[in-house]
């Protein structure tokens, strides 16, 4: 069984107009810190708790801070690289995935008594795990092993059923679902990083949408569905936060800095960001909150 360990985050509150520059300096609330990279941060559905990983202690764990509690707790903590955390709907539990096997597979983990197990019986590689609203199906990116290329599948618990969704060239990752379910947006590597496409698949695997000429990785969706947010080296700097409708249309800068930041999450209600921003001793965690 796995203990719950108490544990430090460094986290910020910026206000900010969107289109405006921000900085860290600007921050009005740090809660702690600690050296180590905290990335992929995900809030919980009711907008009061996000999970994150971390390598502060030299492998990559999962962490799970209480907005109002303002405490933190190591969710794992053992010799292999928890990553990616996610929420399972409806229930008191996360999904993650670690090397524990020697390669990534997807692990289900009950938040009340500490519990790990597979999230299902099939031999794949597979990571980054997404939930529409209810977990009758996840969907992941997972390892072919005809190809040797990373693909989006599905898996729907009730039938069994494993579906491979893309049959594309590079490596595709990173899905995430839309609000209504019936999406999945993801990114696809074709060329050399940072030249990286995303696209959106509807929910039977038919392709909607590429987008490959904004330099754009770690794409989520918006509230509604309707934006999609990302990061892009577009204007030679080291990645700023942008979004986009997802018919390709309005494009938006939102912020303006020298910072580099990596995979962003929107909160439940809308109002703000969470994106991990590079500082000197690794990505820290800061929540943008847009001026009115």
Request: charged share 25%.
């Amino acid at each position: 069984m796995n203990r719950l360990f108490p544990a430090i985050l460094l986290l910020f509150v910026v206000q900010l107009a969107f289109a405006q520059p921000f900085s860290l300096d600007s921050a009005c609330r740090i809660i702690s810190s600690d050296a180590g990279d905290n990335l992929f941060p995900r809030w919980s559905d009711d907008g009061t708790r996000m999970l994150f990983q971390s390598n502060r202690n030299g492998n990559w764990d999962v962490f799970a801070y209480d907005f109002a509690a303002d405490t933190l707790l190591q969710l794992t903590s053992d010799t292999s690289n928890e990553q990616h955390p996610v929420w399972l709907p409806n229930s008191n539990a996360i999904v993650f995935d670690s090397d524990r096997r020697g390669g990534p597979f997807l692990y289900k983990m009950d938040l009340t008594g500490g519990e790990v197990k597979p999230l299902f019986k099939r031999k794949i590689l597979c990571r980054q795990a997404s939930f529409p609203t209810e977990s009758r199906l996840v969907y992941f990116s997972g390892f072919d092993d005809r190809t040797s290329k990373w693909a989006i599948y599905s898996y729907d618990f009730r039938s069994d059923n494993l579906n491979k969704l893309t049959e594309l060239s590079g490596d595709c990752f990173l899905p995430d679902v839309s609000p209504d379910g019936k999406h999945i947006l993801f990114q696809r590597r074709v060329n050399a990083y940072p030249y990286d496409h995303f696209a959106i698949l509807n929910w039977y695997g038919n392709p909607e949408m590429e987008i490959d000429s904004l330099q754009a990785t770690n794409p989520v969706w918006g509230l509604s569905g309707l934006k999609i947010y990302f990061v892009s080296t577009r204007d030679g700097l080291e990645g700023e936060v942008y979004s986009i409708w997802k018919n390709g249309s309005h494009l938006e800068r939102l912020t303006r800095d020298t910072l580099e930041t990596r995979v962003p999450a929107v909160s439940p209600d809308g109002s703000s960001l969470a994106v991990p921003v590079r500082r000197a001793d690794g990505f820290v965690i800061v929540i943008l909150v847009p001026e009115e």
